[in-house]
């Protein structure tokens, strides 16, 4: 699970504020005109590389990014954190370049590299300005397929991992999400923070690294998007000089036991000594590709996921004052992800905050919405869609998602006429399906003895401060 907490759900509902703002201006002076069909190439190089290119000629400027369809969830049972380590250490030197020298090569131009691991992916972003993509793309093409991963680095990444989890225990919204994953989750990967557990990353050894990095970093098992001030036949050169050579392998599929549903009400308690309290309820959500996407995209920005203009922040936030901060989020991914409701509130707000919660919950499922409400989510989330992608970097990385994910190169014209298609009937239909306030997980991090929940949870639930992972 890609463990955002709390922190991400304030950052999305800062976004939504800001992109409110944005469309009320517009919106105030005239219609925004429509934006013209993105032109998407697509093609796959003989060793198997998908390239997708979209020019874009107003700046001399070049987003590449690369996909690797293995993410956390191909760690190997009781390695979390091994995706992780391997895509942190692409950069730490060559066979032709250490760590340094690398990051200098990209420093003289200008220009940026970045590597990282997610649920689902690995990615290695570059920005360039477009006379030296040549040169920037040598240098990213070295690091994704020669890397040396010297032992001195892998074992100081290792230590800067751990020290991060160990600090990471202070943080309320930190410690509530990784209580709650794998509660959701059983024994799917998803259950796993992405940098790995405190038990396993001190056990990652350099030859784990080397032989994840051979299995899944083939390009019969990779995507390119390229965004920027290249034309297609620079594209397809630049393309196959950099990762023209670049080995294919047979690649085996990665399988993963499924999630269960929650059966129950589940109540997790974790004691700290703070003045609020932090609380995450949910249960298991949708897959990216479930056909019910798009409603229930319109449902949860009517509940929580529309900032000020949702019902929980309406109601149990504006309205009663219960809460500092709420919000609700379906984390689509390749496999079904969480649904979650996130808040902070005084303890002594907290039972009523919660029966609160699970009240709306209950109110979308019989009463679904109303026609302003549907009419006002559609259209910001229609009208809002081409912020998703308005700069280069954005552009790159949704064109690596769609691919990854199959949604076809018609999806930025799909995405907002499906949205606008989307019903009352719909809304009502997904919302007595996919919220079940009834069987759900509950953690609340905070001074739990003054705590009043309804149902009280079961001592046994009840968690130290600095849970074990």
Do not use: C
């Amino acid at each position: 699970m890609s463990n955002g907490g709390l922190r991400a759900e304030r950052r999305r509902m800062a976004g939504w504020a800001w992109a409110v703002v944005v469309l009320a201006v517009v919106a105030w002076g005239r219609p925004a005109a429509a934006a013209p069909p993105l032109k998407i190439e697509r093609w796959t190089m003989a060793n198997g590389l998908v390239v997708l290119l979209v020019e874009r000629h107003a700046i001399p400027a070049v987003e590449a990014h690369l996909v690797i369809k293995a993410g956390a969830v191909a760690d190997p049972e009781g390695r979390a954190g091994l995706a992780a380590l391997t895509a942190g250490l692409l950069l730490k030197g060559t066979a032709a370049r250490s760590a340094v020298e690398i990051a200098e090569a990209i420093d003289f131009i200008g220009g940026s590299l970045t590597a990282r691991a997610d649920d689902d992916i690995s990615t290695l972003t570059l920005t360039a300005l477009k006379k030296d993509l040549p040169a920037a793309l040598n240098v990213m093409a070295d690091a994704l397929l020669r890397p040396a991963f010297p032992a001195a680095e892998v074992e100081r990444l290792r230590r800067e991992t751990l020290s991060g989890i160990r600090a990471a225990k202070d943080d309320p919204e930190d410690v509530a999400q990784k209580a709650f994953a794998p509660l959701v989750f059983g024994p799917h990967p998803y259950r796993n923070p992405v940098e790995g557990l405190e038990s396993t990353v001190p056990t990652l050894t350099r030859e784990e690294v080397v032989a994840f990095h051979r299995t899944y970093y083939r390009p019969n098992n990779a995507i390119l998007a390229v965004v920027g001030d290249l034309g297609a036949p620079e594209a397809r050169r630049v393309a196959q000089a950099a990762f023209g050579r670049w080995e294919k392998a047979p690649m085996l599929p990665v399988t993963v036991t499924p999630a269960p549903p929650v059966a129950d009400q589940t109540v997790v308690l974790i004691d700290k000594d703070l003045t609020q309290a932090t609380i995450i309820l949910g249960h298991l959500g949708i897959a990216r590709t479930d056909p019910d996407f798009y409603p229930v995209t319109v449902m949860n920005y009517i509940l929580g996921g529309g900032g000020f203009a949702s019902r929980l922040m309406t109601t149990i936030r504006d309205n009663r004052g219960l809460v500092y901060g709420i919000s609700s989020g379906f984390d689509a991914k390749r496999y079904p992800g969480a649904f979650s409701v996130s808040l902070q509130t005084k303890t002594a707000s907290a039972g009523e905050a919660i029966r609160a919660v699970r009240d709306e919950l209950a109110r979308m499922r019989a009463e679904g919405v109303t026609d302003a409400e549907l009419d006002a989510a559609k259209e910001y989330l229609a009208g809002s869609f081409p912020l998703r992608f308005e700069t280069n970097a954005k552009l790159a990385r949704l064109l690596g998602l769609v691919e990854f994910h199959g949604l076809g190169l018609r999806y930025f014209e799909d995405y907002p006429r499906t949205i606008r298609a989307v019903t009352r009937d719909d809304v009502r239909r997904v919302a007595a399906a996919r919220l079940d306030p009834e069987r759900a997980v509950l953690v609340v991090v905070g001074r739990t003895r003054e705590l009043a929940l309804d149902p009280a949870p079961h001592p046994a639930a009840a968690l130290p401060a600095a849970p074990s992972p």
